[in-house]
């Protein structure tokens, strides 16, 4: 079974820009989450798409947006691009029922300058 | 708030002998507890998991042991090997609602093992 797949998996903005970032889930889950992670924050939750409804939404602005289509691929959106969204942002697929694991692609790096 | 604390930034281990990472949690609400593992520039890899009903956990080299009354949990790794060194992750969710599709992480720990 094929694992997540994000893609590109670097990329380089300037402030202003904005980027769209790509995650393919796992085949047969309907679950997509979304992280960010920096050296200061560590890991945190963006938000969670469960068959093409956002069903939860971490603490991050309105530049952040994401939707999820009825294949489950899902993409997030961040506009207005900052110095401080520079990150590596992380996609995570799961059947979507509680109690599942959730398993990681291998994320997107994302410079801005 | 930081409801999930790995107090420990780095642990170095030698080859053949127990690696105990440690993470401590503070919301009552979580009920399901993962560790990952991850190496730069790659994703987390889920290595074991345990839900609130139990006390410990056990998959090859690794066993997850939960005390609810100390809102702690422990990884051990039984032999330790040299492809162990890694950030470990300790994360922790909660049911429904607000909590759906969300993981909380603790900072992470840096396993050496050694040779």
């Known amino acids: 079974k094929a694992g997540v797949t994000q893609t590109p998996r670097y990329l380089i903005k300037t402030r202003g820009q904005q980027v769209t970032l790509s995650c393919s889930p796992i085949?047969?889950?309907?679950?997509v989450s979304w992280y960010q992670q920096t050296p200061g924050q560590g890991l945190q939750f963006l938000f969670e798409?469960?068959?093409?409804?956002?069903?939860n939404k971490g603490n991050f602005p309105g530049r952040f947006s994401g939707r999820q289509f009825s294949n489950s691929r899902s993409e997030m959106n961040v506009s207005t691009l900052e110095l401080g969204d520079s990150a590596l942002y992380l996609c995570?697929?799961?059947?979507?029922?509680?109690?599942?694991?959730?398993?990681f692609g291998p994320g997107t790096r994302l410079t801005v300058l | 708030d930081q409801q999930v604390k790995q107090n420990s930034p780095s642990l170095s281990v030698q080859e053949g002998r127990i690696s105990i990472l440690n993470c401590d949690y503070t919301?009552?609400?979580?009920?399901?507890f993962l560790w990952y593992k991850k190496y730069p520039a790659e994703g987390p890899t889920f290595l074991i998991s345990?839900?609130?009903?139990?006390d410990k956990n056990e998959d090859g080299r690794f066993t997850v042991f939960l005390n609810k009354s100390a809102k702690h949990l422990s990884l051990h790794i039984v032999p330790s090997q040299p492809g162990d060194s890694a950030v470990y992750f300790c994360?922790?969710?909660?049911?429904?609602?607000?909590?759906?599709?969300?993981?909380?992480f603790g900072q992470g720990t840096i396993l050496t093992v050694h040779p």
């Open positions: 994360a922790a969710s909660a049911r429904g609602g607000t909590s759906y599709g969300k993981l909380t």
């Open positions: 919301n009552s609400m979580f009920d399901y």
């Open positions: 345990i839900s609130s009903i139990k």
């Open positions: 798409y469960f068959s093409e409804t956002q069903r």
């Open positions: 995570a697929s799961q059947t979507g029922q509680e109690y599942n694991e959730q398993f």
């Open positions: 085949s047969g889950h309907r679950s």
